[in-house]
């Protein structure tokens, strides 16, 4: 009698315990998912955005990397701007993340006068995330204004500009992991690797269930692709390092 | 992209001033009325008050009042409080909870706001961040807290420790996930990402992600009370 006491006794709380368990991974995974939503999802074009929508999505292997990086990022900006004229908070800040990232990465792979106006484009950029964090949208609404007219001389000089070199071996490892970018500056995967010395190709990770809490890779597609169809940010040990996609990749097997 | 701009007052000066005025004013009063008014709180719960008023303001104010302080303890005598004290943290299940939910958050809101603060500074990934919040959160609020209550449940501090550890645990999983998706959701997109700590959005979202914390592990602390982990108010533990 007292084993089926205990044993009546005990079935309670291990169900308790097992709901415990189910629940609080089960906010995990919530959590989880809606911060993959909101990092993968489509960078927001507004309608009166001034640049062409197709230059934000180069699809062209011939376009240069660097250019294709600078459309994607005016379009960002524009969009930014917009979006927060017009209201729609969320589609703004979501622009200026993306915006964001771009021009970091920008800004590392340009030299002289284009480097000159990435630096403006990015601290106008900055600047704009920081009245958003103290409640001043319409100082953001100027910064963004300040960033777009900066990236109009870049589109320009972009056409004339030599693509940036490729990072030298002894560094590749360093871009394993790398979060990677398309073009308009969405998240779209992760680098997996770049191997191959004598013809550099990039092995890419591709999905929205890439570097689910830092780590987990769920779904997606993996694809290789020739390194210089890849702009690389900067290598970094505690922050993002990124790698921006200038093309729209076939898929392999994976 | 759902909008979240009606949230945009949660960086605005005229919201975040304010709210952590009475904040600190509100901790302040609490610090001196657990010493010297309402004297029967637990040590750990005396550590937590002040830090959950802190941040939830007069939502952490009226908490208090209406879970921790019994009416009328202020005009009672010393060997009374302890009485009325236990007669009304005990009375139902929302101030029990809330005890347990008080010293959980407290505890874990300490080392999140700390971690994120020099995480914020050193400009890490937003999962860089998660990762070492998570981890201050739990140390802090296993290793002051949680161990702190436990041993007035148990004479051992192995015991203790373990019993600290597999409450903050499961309290801990809500927690991260309320905190996270309020830093990884909510955050960007009204004000974008990883505001920095010297800007109003960093406190008013850092507040929102604590409360939001709090929700989400309310009832895990009920759970977490019903199977025996934890205990809510009250002084002398059954457990």
New interface residues.
Partial sequence: MTGIKTITATAP?IG??V???V???A??A???W??Q???T?SV?TAESASSPATAATPTSTSAPALAALTAGLEQDATSALASLQA?????A??A??AA?RLAQVGQENTSGPLKTQYVSTLDAIKSA??A????N?DQAEADLTTAGEALDSAVNDTQTATDPEAPPQAVWDQYDGA?LLAADGRVIGEVDSIDNPADPTVHLHIGNGT?V???INLGGHTTTVPLDQVVWGRRQI???VYAVLTTTPSVAAG | MIELGWLAFLAEAWFVIPFYAIGVLGALWVVWDAYHVNTPLKTAMRWAWPIIVLFFGPVGLALYFLTARAPGIGSAEDDEKMERHNAYVRANWFRQTTGAVIHCVGGDGIGIITAMILARIAQVSFWQEWWFEYLAGYLFGTLIFQYKSMTMMTDSWPRAMWMAFRGEWFSMLAVMAGMGLVMGVVTPLTITAQPYPWTYGFWGFAALGLFIGFLLTYPMNYLLIKVGYKHGHGMDMEH
Avoid at chain 1, 87 to 91: N, V
Avoid at chain 1, 132 to 135: D, E, M, R, S, Y
């Fill in positions: 709380k308790i315990v709901t415990m368990w629940f609080g991974l906010l995990l919530l959590f989880a809606a911060t939503w909101r990092t999802a927001p209201g729609r908070r969320s589609d800040t979501a200026m993340d964001y995330r920081q958003l964090w103290n409640g949208p979060q570097g809490f830092g780590f505690l922050g993002n």
